[in-house]
Structures are given as structure tokens and as C-alpha cells.
Nanobody, 118 residues
Framework: QVQSVESGGGLVQAGGLLRPPCAASGRIFSINIYATGWYRQAPGKQRELVAAITSRGSSNYADSVKGRFTIARDNAKNTVYLQMNSLKPEDTAVYYC??????????WGQGTQVTVSS
């Protein structure tokens, strides 16, 4: 079994930064990871993709975070980081990490709360 474990959320003032990691653990050798993505869900809203990075290093971002967020992977640690700069109150949400295999299996984490105060 593969687990996706997020951490590093918290309360920060507008303009601040966070860098939550997403660590893959378990039988990760048993799957071929296609991509790792960070999603978020605010109260009353649908879950949306924030940023994703493939195993080959290609990345994409939601328009709302371009220029502020950066996704990067550390293959040696099986970890993907989401560098979040210039945080805004509208970034407040529960952030989830998703690991997707080439076989289109999804492994979701439990989520980490990010709250940005104005």
C-alpha cells in the first residue's frame, strides 16, 4: 500500500509563506508514479488543482497561483514540496496531496489546513 502524507500547513498572515511537503511512503516501489499534485478545497467549494509535477519534472499551475507558488520534487526523499509565497486570504483551504500512478491509481493524503489571515 502507498501513502501520501502532507504536513506543514498552518496559520500565516497575508504576504507570508509556507512550504508544505508531501511524502510518499509505503510500497512506493510497487507503483510507477506518473505525477504528484497538490489540490485544495475551501469551505463550500469544489476541490481544485493547485499545482502538479510529473516524474519527468514537468509542472503546471492553477492561474490563481502562478508566479507565487512553486512545486518541486526531491526524488531521494520521495517528497514533493509546494513553496507558497505571497499568500492571500483566498488561499485559505485544506490542501491535499495526490500521487497518481501510470495506471491512473490515485493515492490521497489526509490534508493539511492552510489559513491566511488578512
Amino acid at each position: 500500500q502507498v501513502q501520501s502524507v502532507e504536513s506543514g500547513g498552518g496559520l500565516v498572515q497575508a504576504g507570508g509563506l509556507l512550504r508544505p511537503p508531501c511524502a510518499a511512503s509505503g510500497r512506493i516501489f510497487s507503483i510507477n508514479i506518473y505525477a504528484t499534485g497538490w489540490y485544495r478545497q475551501a469551505p463550500g467549494k469544489q476541490r481544485e488543482l493547485v499545482a502538479a509535477i510529473t516524474s519527468r519534472g514537468s509542472s503546471n499551475y492553477a492561474d490563481s497561483v502562478k508566479g507565487r507558488f512553486t512545486i518541486a520534487r526531491d526524488n531521494a526523499k520521495n517528497t514533493v514540496y509546494l513553496q507558497m509565497n505571497s499568500l492571500k486570504p483566498e488561499d485559505t483551504a485544506v490542501y491535499y496531496c495526490n500521487i497518481r500512478s501510470w495506471g491512473a491509481d490515485d493515492y490521497w493524503g489526509q490534508g493539511t489546513q492552510v489559513t491566511v489571515s488578512s
